[in-house]
């Protein structure tokens, strides 16, 4: 209760339950108190990184490299290719085409299936979540000394599947040794706990004093309302069990009576735990969270159960629920953001799957068919797939997979088209002017 209170602010429903005015001044205080040690809390916690896994297609990634793809995928994209691109974002990586072990030197080598980098070119949901794995990569501590080896190289390969490898070439006492590991970056242990190092922001030491300081005074807070609560107990139990012994001495000719009474006492003695029942937790958690009030999250029961009585557990659940709120509330307005689920496991461990589906025009493949139209006949072609273009972002835009600027680059682009085709001549194309426009239509 306690809980409810310091956390969601409940001070009517907490002072109501309260038996003398003394005890409501003493609770008052406490909470303004609070209030401003919650202030200064979210301080602190805004400054740190919520370090939990994040599922963005079929791999596992960390909240900062999702952040930083999404940001990337919000961004213009540049005329150069994917690989050229991936140099100028993580200029500390040796990037390689090519799916072969032990190539490279150094501690930064990164090779890329050729698939993948062309499916990264073609499909922004694809570009998305392989830059959020590089993203992890680039920012793994791969430790290079170790009892009896050193190792002298190491590197990741993004296979042609989109698996993810790791190798290294270590220098032993009897001559170097060459090692292959798999990373199931689609499970979330393996690749989150094994393979990944977040890095570990600096804290600002005056507030790191005062998180601790606010952690002190609360607890003694908390001390004493626990001890004032324990004595009214106590104080009330007597006063109960006096009007108990009362009741049962007038009524002891009244078997059915006594039972009746007796029953009440056992009642108000159990109605002392903050949730009796998963019931009444699931409708206080619905109350108070986004994604628990509209079904988008997934708790297991058996740990529901743990939460009746497990005040800790308890707690972490209210900070994950928390957590996944503000993630949601940061997505909103996201152009491409689908929808969020969070999974809480047996043990209170929590997953997000978030869906992005995005539709954008290929600007740059347009120009080069519109500057290969020779006639009108195959500016009609071109336009015929403008068309197209402009429907599907139309579309994009009222499911929130495109902004306003996809559909005025398509408008333009068709504006530019059929200006082009008034100066065109009616005939047939030659055969060097048909072999360009195919090139153009296929690159």
Known sequence: FLNKFLVHGNTTAFEDSLHDNYTKKWISKTYTFWNEARTITSQ???????????????S?????????????????KKE??????????????????GTAPFSGNGMDNVSISPKILKQMESNPEKRMEYEALIYDIAHTEVPTTAPGRKVKSHGFIIEDDGGLRSWSISEYEDGNRRNQTSVKRSEKK??????????????????????RLI????????????????????ADERLLQN?????????QRNPAAVKEAYLQQSDIASADSAFGSVDEFTKFLRANFTFAGNGLASISSKYLKACLTDEEKRQKLFENLQAADEMLKNHEGEVGFQGMRVIIDENGEMTTESSKSTITINEGKSQRQIA????????????????????????????????AAEVEKAKRLIEQA?????????????PEEQTAMSISMLI
């Open 243 to 251: 009007q108990l012994s009362a009741k049962v001495t007038t009524l």
């Open 215 to 234: 952690e002190k005074q609360k607890e003694k807070a908390a001390e004493e309302l626990e001890a004032k609560k324990i004595a009214q107990k106590e």
């Open 80 to 97: 150069s290719g994917v690989l050229s691109d991936l140099k100028e974002k993580f200029p500390n990586l040796n990037f390689t085409i």
């Open 60 to 76: 596992y990634v960390s909240e900062a490299a999702y952040n930083f793809a999404a940001s990337e995928a919000k961004a213009v």
């Open 418 to 430: 059929k200006q082009k085709m008034a100066n065109l001549p009616d005939r047939e194309p030659t």
């Open 190 to 211: 393996k690749w989150w706990q094994e393979m990944l190092n977040p890095q570990k922001k600096k804290k600002n030491s005056m507030l790191e004093q005062q998180r």
């Open 372 to 403: 290969a139209a020779a006639t009108k006949g195959d500016m009609q072609t071109v336009l015929a797939h403008l068309e197209q273009d402009l429907q599907a972002v139309e579309d994009g835009l009222k499911q929130n997979k495109c902004d």
């Open 44 to 58: 602190v916690q805004d400054k740190e990184v919520i370090k939990m896994p994040v599922k963005v297609g079929g």
